[in-house]
């Protein structure tokens, strides 16, 4: 499969399609949909897993923000985030969604998105002879196994070997993590190591596992949180799925300023081979948070530009307007998309 070029905004191959099914069947989509946001806070780590602590000793890291700033120019960086726009109608529900990855250029963030169009119905009247409209019974979870098939697909398309790349969101969360599990080898055959992000975690498995924190916090979050100063991690944990050994990560919590620690996270594989640049990533990582410098949202910047690209796609979007009106062409080629 050809790669996409930087700065490209493409649109999935039956966007079209949907829109004209849609329009023909004279569905009305309301005018104001809602935002999207698939929440794995709590199925993070499956039940049927395990804690192993030996990775390291149990106790807190100091992080060097210079160190990360000196080594960062040494990987092609990139990020991943997306935006989701749901629109529920009579008969059936559309979801619309931005992926988003922006590339850390010499000057400049290089920005690519595919933009994702599903609409789900109950129906099989309306679903008739449509290829692109989706018969199912239940269109929150028939729209997250789009979703995971549509990022791992343009993650492949995008990216580029020996590579960085900052994912927002959970390794192992939801019923098709294993999706994203299964895609790890393809990336380790390109020399490219994947660095997942996790805010806002209800998760205790640390708490739980770890006799001296048991029962003393509410969560692994309250606990990093009262454990870390500013610019320090924790140690890494080992989480291996019980029936599968390939369902299995590395993590650690980072506190980046006086706020809520966010949860850092390796595929097992890609913390073995690449274990000798961890610490200098982690650097990176806390580098990076005090560059976007929001104490309200702490965050990397790389994730906070591709997150506002995603957003910001989606206003170039206008479902009902399109279904009134003639159809976007099948790709949209905008140099940094003129933004």
């Known amino acids: 499969m050809d790669k996409l070029l930087d700065g ?8 079209n399609d949907t829109i004209s099914d849609i329009s023909d069947r004279n569905i009305v989509l309301p005018f104001n949909p809602t935002s999207e946001e698939f929440d794995m806070s709590f199925f993070t780590f499956p039940p049927d897993g395990k804690l192993v602590t030996n990775v390291e000793e149990i106790k ?22 997306e935006s989701i726009l749901k ?27 595919l933009i994702t169009l599903y609409f789900y119905t109950r129906s099989e009247m309306i679903k008739s002879d449509s290829k692109a409209i989706i018969h199912t019974s239940d269109s929150k979870t028939e729209s997250k196994k789009n979703y995971f098939n549509d990022k791992i697909y343009f993650l492949k398309r995008i990216i580029k070997p020996k590579s960085l790349v900052f994912i927002d969101g959970p390794l192992i969360g939801g019923d098709y993590y294993v999706k994203m599990i299964q895609s790890i080898k393809d990336f380790i055959d390109m020399d490219t190591i994947l660095v997942f992000f996790v805010k806002n975690s209800n998760s205790n498995l640390v708490t739980d596992n770890i006799e001296e924190f048991r029962s003393k916090f509410n ?9 870390l100063m500013p610019g320090e991690r924790t140690n890494f944990f080992k989480y291996v ?25 390796f595929p097992l594989n890609i913390f073995i081979k690449y274990r000798s640049q961890i610490d200098t990533i982690m650097d990176m990582i806390y580098y990076l948070m005090i560059v976007q410098g929001d104490l309200k949202n ?21 479902l009902n307007r399109l279904m009134r009106s003639s159809l ?11 933004w």
């Open 87 to 113: 629109y529920s109608a009579l008969q059936g529900d559309a979801y619309i969604t931005s992926h988003s990855i922006i590339r850390l250029g010499e000057k400049d963030y290089i920005p690519s998105c």
């Open 241 to 265: 799925d019980r029936k599968n050994s390939d369902n299995a990560k590395v993590f650690c919590y980072i506190k980046s300023f006086n706020t809520s620690p966010q949860r850092v996270e």
């Open 219 to 227: 969560s692994d979050m309250h606990w990093s949180y009262s454990m």
């Open 298 to 318: 702490p965050q990397i910047r790389p994730i906070a530009i591709a997150e506002k690209y995603a957003r910001s796609t989606l206003q170039l979007i206008d």
């Open 60 to 81: 807190k890291y100091r992080l060097d923000a210079k160190n990360g700033e000196k080594f960062k120019d040494l990987f092609t960086i990139y990020s991943y985030d």
């Open 8 to 15: 490209k905004l493409e649109l999935h191959s039956f966007f």
């Open 328 to 338: 976007l062409v099948p790709t949209m080629n905008q140099e940094r998309f003129g």
